[in-house]
């Protein structure tokens, strides 16, 4: 075991304050990355404010992270000093489940071992990288592709694959209309992926005060769905629409904008249940979805996708101590668009 300095809460209605935590001693399928950024996500927040369960403290959220890899174990074989990796929402799963053995270990039926707040196969709590330093068995590390910058990387590996997932499975190409709900930390990614896909994006926000840029980040329309008179005029017209939107909404209205066979793919994710009539659905064959993140190798496709076609999330760098003041401006929309802390600042 050995120390590393790291950010963590205390209990659900405390701010994050500085402390230290135990890593593991390397074993032998075991990578040792020095932590260089860590995206803020807004499930750091639900998780740290015990809004889904109710958690155990002291909590060190981050599972959007970039660093470099300090040390391997003896048996690695895909990952040497100083390569650039990524680490995203699981460190661990059964490996021996159907849906392991289906390739979707992101949906592990003895559930997966999550990068932070859960217990590991060692029995082990696991901490987050809100930290310097994590130790992560080879299997869930991600290689960085030269050309994507950490900094713009890490949110790629939370909010990243969670919208490319749902993208590539309806089929985002040329010639489909899709719409991306709430541009917070997940929709931007959305709209970039989507864009760079060759789909004809629109954003659907709960204001005005984004349209400027979500042109810049590629969608071709903006709607603001406080007017009630906006989504019933999108009565019948996207193929995909993608809830990314942390509290409950009216998703009716939603399913209403969905063309024939269209598809409404939730996975934003309020505490509370959100109810659906059945004629939303019946009327044009429409699909209510969500998804989870996406399996390693979907994480790894997506990289290389965003390597390729040069799409990295939009930040705003912080220092560590500014992290409760980030809290607090994600849960007012008010960040463009993901926070990203310089884990150079933990000291
Ligand atoms: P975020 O940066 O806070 O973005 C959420 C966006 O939703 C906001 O920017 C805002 O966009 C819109 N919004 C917020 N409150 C709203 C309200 N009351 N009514 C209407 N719109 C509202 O959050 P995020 O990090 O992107 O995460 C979004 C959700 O996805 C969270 O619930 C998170 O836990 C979840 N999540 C799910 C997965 C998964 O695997 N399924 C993975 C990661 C995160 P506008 O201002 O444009 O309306
Ligand atoms: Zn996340």
């Not at 409950?248 to 994710?269: E, H, K, M, Q, R």
């Not at 939009?314 to 994600?330: K, Q």
Request: hydrophobic share 40%; with cysteine; proline share 3%.
């Amino acid at each position: 075991m050995f120390t590393v300095a790291a950010y963590s809460a205390t209990a659900a209605t405390e701010p994050l304050a500085k402390t230290t935590i135990e890593r593991r001693a390397l074993a032998a399928d075991d990578v040792l990355i020095d932590i260089t950024y860590c995206g803020v996500c807004h499930s750091d927040v639900s998780h740290a404010r015990s809004e889904w369960r109710e958690e155990t403290y002291p909590l060190v959220p981050g599972h959007e992270i970039t660093g470099i890899v300090a040390e391997v174990g003896s048996g690695v074989t895909r990952y040497a000093v100083g390569d650039r990796v990524g680490v995203g929402c699981f460190v661990g799963s059964c490996g021996t489940c159907a849906n392991c053995t289906a390739g979707e270990a992101q949906y592990c039926l003895r559930g997966i071992t999550l990068t932070y707040g859960s217990i590991d196969a060692n029995g082990e709590r696991t901490q987050g990288g809100y930290s310097e330093r994590i130790v992560v068995r080879e299997d869930y590390v991600l290689r960085i592709p030269d050309g994507l910058a950490m900094d713009v990387a890490a949110p790629l590996l939370c909010a990243g694959i969670t919208t490319y997932w749902p993208l590539r499975h309806h089929g985002t190409g040329p010639g489909k209309k899709v719409a991306i709900v709430g541009l917070g930390g997940l929709g931007h990614v959305a709209v970039k992926l989507a864009a760079a896909m060759g789909a004809e994006v629109s954003v659907l926000s709960h204001s005005a005060a984004k349209q400027d840029d979500a042109k810049r980040l590629g969608a071709a329309h903006y709607f603001v769905t406080s007017d009630p008179a906006v989504l019933p005029s999108l009565e019948n017209t996207f193929d995909l629409v993608i809830n990314t939107v942390s509290a409950p909404i009216d998703l009716d209205a939603l399913l209403s904008t969905l063309a024939l066979g269209g598809a409404l793919a939730n996975v934003g994710a309020p505490g509370q249940s959100m109810s659906i009539n059945a004629w939303s659905l019946l009327r044009n064959r429409r699909s209510y979805t969500g998804s989870l993140i996406g399996s390693i190798q979907d994480h790894q496709d997506m990289l290389d996708f965003c390597a390729e076609k040069g799409v990295g999330a939009e930040i705003e760098l912080i220092p560590v101590d500014r992290i409760n003041e980030a809290f607090d401006r994600l849960l007012a929309s008010d960040v463009r668009y993901r926070f990203v802390i310089d884990m150079a600042t933990l000291g």
